[in-house]
Each structure stands twice: as C-alpha cells, then as structure tokens.
C-alpha cells in the first residue's frame, strides 16, 4: 500500500504527444456524410435557411453480447454509432443575435467496444458536441475524443486502460502483474477525458477527467483533438479535481494526496502549463482524503471539502468493481470544510461539518458582518443527504431498466456554512425547500461573473418524478426560494449552461443552452430565456445525442 505512486508530490512519466487522427472507427458499423440531404426553412422573418441534413442512423447498445436497440432503451444511454457529423439546424423560435461563440458540451459517447458494453455512466469514451452560434443561425458537430484510451480499444477491439468501474481482463498472471504495475505509476489509468471542457485564460481549450494525463486540448472551431496538456512542473501525482476553477486570469485546482492523506491547491497562469503550489491541507480524518470531484472558492478563498466519501488504493486495485467502486464510505472519520487564503496559503478556517456527498459545488461567497469583515464562508452543493447509493444509481443497466420508475435519491441545494471566528464546527442546511425542485438536482451552472460573490440564481437539473435520473431544466431563486421549471416528457436534458447578454447589469440577463435526449432516438437543442426561463428556440438534430455531462462557452472572437 505504502509503495503506491499516488501521491501529489511524486514524479510520473509524462505521455507523449499524439496529434488528432481522421481514421474512422473500425468498432463503428455507420458514419454520417456531411451535407447529405437539403431542407429548407422560412423564419419568422421569411429568411430562407438553408439546412444540411445527415441521414438518421440506426442507433444500438451492444450490452455484454446482446443488442439492445434504441427502440428499447432510451437515446439518452445508448452510445452514438458515427464517430463524427457536423451540418446546419433549423432553428424554430428566435435566436438572439448577440448569441454569438460556441457551446461545447463534453461527455460519455460510446459505451460499447463491439458486444462489451461498459457498466457505468462515467466510464464511456468521451464525445465532444459544438454548438456555434452566428447571426441567428446555428451550425453543430460532434466528435470523439482521441484519447490514447480510445485509439487502443479502436485498434485493439477490446478494453487497453482502466476506466472508471472497467479493468482490462488479463490473459495471464504475468500480464496482472504489468497491469498493477502500470496502475503504481499511472501508465495503465485512462486518459479518456470524458468529465469537462474548459477555456483556459490563453484562449486554449481542454477536455479534462479526474486522472492528470486525462487533459486533451481541442480546436473549439472543428472539435478536433489537437494534442496532450502537458503539465510542465514537477508536482507528479496521479489524479485532480475534474473541475478546475478557470478564469480569464487563473486555474485553480487540488491534487489529491493518497499517501500522506491530504490536498495541494494549485495555480496556473494563463499561457503556462506550470503548477505552482499555494498551500497544503492536512486531512482531518478517514485513511485517505475524501473525493474532490469538485470544489468552491470566494474572492479571497480556496474552500477545501473532506467528505467521508474516501479514496480507496484497495478498491482501486480490484478487477472487478465495489458498490463504491474507488471510493469507501467512512462516517466514522466525519467530514470537514476546510478554508485557505489564496495570497498567503494559510488555512483561515478547519471546520466539522455534517456528513455530505456532492459531485458538484454551486458556487461561495464571503459573508460579511455590519463593519465589512468576513465572518464567515457560504458555499453551496448538490448534496444527496449524505446518501453514497447516488453513485451506484449511475450504473447504465440502472439507467436503461428503471426508466419511469420513481428511484432518483433525493437531493437539495446544501447550503455550509463556515465560521472564521475559530468555532469548530459549521453547519449544513437545504438553502430552500427540495419539494421546490423535485428533490432531484444536479449539474448547476451560475453567471460566471458571479463566481465566489454573493449571488441569486442557479440553473440545474431537477425532478418531474417518478423519474430514475433529473429530468427538468430548472431555475433556481435562492432568494425568493423558489423554482422555475422546464419538462419535456420523456426527455432527458443534459446540465443547463448559462451564458451572459454582452453588457447585461442584471445576473439572470442571458440565456441558459441544454442539449437534450428524447426517448425515440431523436434529440435536440433547446435556448431559454435566462430571466423568464421561457423557451425561446430549439434546433432539432438529424439522430439523437447520448446523455453528456459539462460544458463551457467560447466567445467569438
């Protein structure tokens, strides 16, 4: 256990280059041509649009040997069958004219390697989507990412790295060995960056998972992979928070330590590819630090969160997958809030807090008293009421089997607050009513001008039940508590994304952009309004897109 290579201040072998490939998948049976097929479309301003079509594919998810067809399970969960498509939409409704940049939308694509299909949601290989936006009219695209980890399981028809809950199978003893020996120093870890997509301050944007060499750059324009992020410094480590903090002007991230059980906090300048550590955190309790799939920061502060929900080296070693997969649940460790200044990397505030789990911190801001000094932090989660089976509720035969049927775990927006007094405990309470959402939500985005200052608005996935997974677009007032809901029946829409008006003054002044998944194999796009939350224009696509998870906005230039 001790010699594991997981710690954050250890070197690993850096992976070498490799430039976007236009070889087709030899896995995939069907590959749409751009431009096959004209329709036409008047707008409400009788503008003739001219629309390339794609022929609609026949959509499958092979599943251990047996073929399910998109007729059988929803388009949300079955892998897209063509590598790559782009074209035109037709756009009903009115799309605003200051909308001008690319959406891109990263996540799971493929879950199959011929008749092997994947057990989890977070394991299949990443497919980017582009949205572009020009003038009223919207073009799209997809690709897959060329990850080393796809371009094996193409070449080699079967499983090269370890995947979320997948380990390749072994032929031999011997071959074990290399594999747990690869796992020690990261070779054999997937760099299948299926998780985010960034713009880093430089204008550069890279699709990121939780393992460090899963960081690929991509061209906004073509969704083309261009290369590996390599990170130049000498911090080593294996895995990173999945969501960085990115601005125009930094990149904060936390580099787990599994060894000596604690984080790094880390920044980046734009342009760099160097890390330089701003402090450290010890962790308080558990065997090993808690999950940072995410985390917060205010103006000032890094907030640092140690949930129980903790890395597991054993279960990381294992074939087959633990109900927890590399995680354990240890709420006999408690869990904590930790705070550090981000100009000196002092820790201002090491608070308890009651346990949680959260995939994806909301935002924070710094709560100030009647003199204006910071009394205390609020940072606010998608929290399950500290329940770990949201994790196994992921597993695709879930998904696929349970569709209708009302098992989504409940989950609020909660709210911790953490003192700076020096008291040693904080608190954790549901910033509205749960009812208010469906107690289902996840996959918030804010107005990223309101990043780490006291905001109003939220934007998130939540619950029409009975439902197996968030099915709504909902807007959230943390102010008047209350919530504002789009619903589709049968549909399954992907995290609602909201981008700014150009000189707006008012935090919901924008529109929110969500791709979502229809049950009969079709999907679209779909604008709201960011105040209103009306829906303001859909774009419908030739096929349907598989469920994704994060995307960022790319201004034009």
Known sequence: MASLALSATSSYAKPSLTAASDAHDHLQKEVFVHGRGISCQKNKKSDLIMTRVATKPTITVPAHGKDLTSTQVHTAWTSIRQERWEGDLDVEGQLPLWLNG?????GPGLWNIGDYGFRHLFDGYAMLVGLHFKNGRLTAGHRQ??????KAARKNKKLCYREFSEVPKQDNFLSYVGDLAGLFSGASLTDNANTGVVKLGDGRVVCLTETQKGSIIVDPE?????????YTDMLGGLIHSAHPIVTDSEFLTLLPDLINPGYLVVRMEPGSNERKVIGRVECRGGPAPGWVHSFPVTEHYVVVPEMPLRYCAQNLLKAEPTPLYKFEWHPESKAFMHVMCKASGKIVASVEVPLFVTFHFINAYEEKDEEGRVKAIIADCCEHNADTTVLDKLRLQELRSAHGKDVLPDARIGRLT??????????????????????GLDMCSINPAYLGQEYRYAYACGANRPCNFPNTLTKLDLEDKSATTWYEEGTVPSEPFFVGRPGATEEDDGVVISIVSEKNGCGYAVVLDGCTFQEIARAKFPYGLPYGLHGCWVPKK
């Open 102 to 106: 690319t959406y891109l939308r990263n």
């Open 222 to 230: 073509t969704l083309e992979t261009v290369g590996k992020f390599e």
């Open 418 to 439: 953490i003192p700076l007094d020096g008291s040693p405990k904080g608190t954790l309470e549901a910033a509205m009513d749960p009812n208010q959402h469906g107690r």
């Open 145 to 150: 990412i060329e990850s080393d980890a796809y």
